[in-house]
């Protein structure tokens, strides 16, 4: 069955170093999305990408924050300067374009961030 | 103030017994979803149920919408050991951009 993949599962950084998680939606879906969990608390939505732009974003999603699609398969999520509060678990999620009358998110496992 | 807000934060129940979850939420919306988190791991879709629909079923899911009280319910009969996880609602107030508004979880044990 095919499934969104995440890279890296873990990543350990210094604050202020830049980061990138990458994100393999499943191939036909046309939308997007990076939210973010940190432990023990809620999922809270980042931002969704469609037709090669933002459609929407959260107030978490900052000018330290962009995302990419930049070669048709992977989409990716960038923190510029990472600060300590951005260490969370960071999702990944597609869905298909059939969705006019709304569809349910496919996730990844997830990119685990550590910010020392 | 938070879109969803699960009940009870954590239950634990006999393998076999029925476990229900409670979802409420604040503003309307067109549909509520169930998802389930196994520690650690991504969430997992469950059901989709749409803001004109009070019922729907799959498998041992049965979920439940009162848009008039703005909650969902979620009842997972004859409960197994592996049912053991997070569930979340999520809401989605606006078709085709899917944004995904979570509660705060109910995190289910099963006794074996």
């Known amino acids: 069955e095919p499934e969104v993949t995440q890279t890296p599962s873990h990543q350990v950084t210094q604050m202020g170093q830049e980061v990138i998680l990458r994100c393999v939606p499943i191939s036909n879906h046309l939308y997007f999305y990076w939210y973010r969990q940190i432990l023990g608390q809620k999922v809270e939505f980042l931002v969704s990408?469609?037709?090669?732009?933002?459609?929407?974003k959260s107030e978490i999603f900052d000018d330290q924050f962009s995302v990419e699609r930049p070669d048709g398969s992977n989409f990716t999520l960038k923190i510029r300067s990472t600060k300590l509060e951005d260490s969370a678990m960071y999702f990944c999620?597609?869905?298909?374009?059939?969705?006019?009358?709304?569809?349910?998110?496919?996730f990844g496992e997830g990119s685990r961030l550590t910010v020392l | 103030s938070q879109q969803g807000e699960e009940d009870p934060q954590a239950l634990s129940i006999q393998e076999g017994e029925n476990a229900t979850m409670n979802c409420s939420y604040k503003?309307?919306?067109?549909?509520l979803q169930w998802y389930r988190q196994n520690s650690g791991r991504g969430l997992v879709h469950l059901i989709l149920?749409?803001?004109?629909?009070r019922e729907k079923h799959s498998g041992r899911l049965r979920v439940t919408l009162d848009t008039s009280k703005k909650s969902s319910s979620l009842l997972i009969t004859a409960s197994r050991a592996a049912d053991t996880a997070s569930y979340f609602c999520a809401t989605v107030v606006r078709v085709g951009n899917e944004k995904l508004t979570f509660g705060t979880g109910t995190r289910l044990t099963i006794i074996p």
């Open positions: 990408f469609y037709n090669n732009e933002i459609s929407e």
């Open positions: 149920i749409r803001s004109n629909e």
């Open positions: 999620a597609s869905k298909r374009r059939d969705s006019a009358r709304g569809g349910e998110l496919f």
């Open positions: 503003t309307s919306i067109n549909n």
